[in-house]
């Protein structure tokens, strides 16, 4: 069974920060790639950003300079610091992880987190 769990959302207001992290856990062989996605009210879950095992990162054109994602390969661990917020950046966001379970050979799932609200006031 593999877990994916976010913290560090909540409430803050227009120009602060926060920092997403999120651990993926349980009987993992590998994991290829971990990212947010987000997904506003009445709108599609979008890319936010994502960082591969070997360090490659790519950004939604609205986060880029703003957001800065980054990762612990040694703790199965994804970080999302997002700085400069803004209001349209209220989100619920959802960590995304490619990994490969144990006993799957080299096959690749999809996980989910279960998502963590950020809020931006105006």
């Known amino acids: 069974q593999v877990q994916l769990v976010e913290s560090g959302g909540g409430l803050v207001q227009a120009g602060g920060s926060l920092r997403l992290s999120c651990a993926a856990s349980?009987?993992?062989?590998?994991?290829?790639?971990m990212g947010w996605y987000r997904q506003a009210p009445g709108k599609q879950r979008d890319l936010v950003a994502r960082?591969?095992?070997?360090?490659?990162?790519t950004y939604a054109d609205s986060v880029k300079g703003r957001f800065t994602i980054s990762g612990d390969n040694a703790k199965n661990t994804v970080y999302l610091q997002m700085n400069s917020l803004k209001p349209d950046d209220t989100a619920v966001y959802y960590c995304?992880?490619?990994?490969?379970?144990?006993?799957?050979?080299?096959?690749?799932?999809?996980?989910w987190g279960q998502g963590t609200q950020v809020t931006v006031s105006s």
């Open positions: 349980g009987s993992i062989a590998s994991i290829n790639a």
């Open positions: 995304n992880a490619f990994l490969t379970p144990n006993g799957r050979g080299t096959s690749l799932f999809r996980y």
């Open positions: 960082i591969t095992s070997g360090g490659s990162t």
